[in-house]
DNA sequence: CCCTGATTCGC
DNA sequence: GCGAATCAGG
């Protein structure tokens, strides 16, 4: 594949719109997310919009190392141990308290299919325990707390958010159910 | 471990 | 110009 205009201005556009890399590479086939950012870069739109996540990161030259490694004292950091942290999140897992959340009138219906679909997706849950909770397992809870029957959900997290695909869409309301519907 | 972009450099 | 490998950070 190569860079044809077409997939430049798709890249481009794209690209703005605050797209991933990856997603672009997905979204074009054929090229890798490394392909895309080495584009990006070739067409000088790096930074969007003069981003100051990442100023000056102090170049280091990875490869080009024609001296002598020298001296490495070799210090070791002590492995600190991983707490893993757990909230019992209630029945209804609160709205997430980052964005400026208004009224909140009555967008707390979510779509039939939607639940349907956690339903599904909770009976074949991994079931898994609170020892077995990693920062990449659902930790949708099952079941009563109170009782045997409990359980979290443990299959993949999305990206980031504490819960699966499924159980994110039912605590996370969009602001818009309706319209808009995935293409 | 998953992801993100940034950079280098052989091709 | 291209992009895999690598780095660096989340």
């Keep these: 594949m190569s860079w044809t205009d077409e997939r430049v201005e798709t890249l481009k556009k794209m690209w703005g719109e605050g797209q991933s ?3 672009i590479a997905k979204e074009l086939g054929g090229v890798t997310r490394n392909a895309v950012i080495g584009k990006v870069h070739r067409l000088g739109l790096s930074n969007r919009a003069g981003a100051s996540s990442t100023p000056a990161p102090e ?3 990875a490869k080009a190392d024609t001296s002598a490694p020298a001296a490495k004292p070799a210090a070791k950091v002590a492995p600190q141990d991983k707490v893993i942290e757990v909230t019992v999140t209630p029945r209804k897992p609160i709205v997430p308290a980052g964005q400026p959340l208004p ?3 009555s967008a707390n219906e979510i779509s039939p299919e939607t639940l349907a679909n956690v ?3 909770e009976k074949t849950a991994k079931r898994i325990g609170l020892m077995d909770l990693t920062e990449r397992t659902c930790k949708w809870p099952i079941g009563d707390p109170a009782t045997e029957d409990f359980w ?3 299959l993949s997290v999305q990206q ?3 819960y699966c695909e499924a159980h994110v869409s039912v605590a996370f309301q969009p602001m818009s159910s309706r ?3 995935r293409r």
């Design 21 to 23: 890399a990856s997603q």
């Design 59 to 61: 170049r280091k030259a």
């Design 103 to 105: 009224p909140q009138p």
């Design 119 to 121: 339903r599904e997706v």
């Design 152 to 154: 979290f959900c443990g």
């Design 160 to 162: 980031g958010k504490p």
């Design 179 to 181: 319209r808009d519907r």
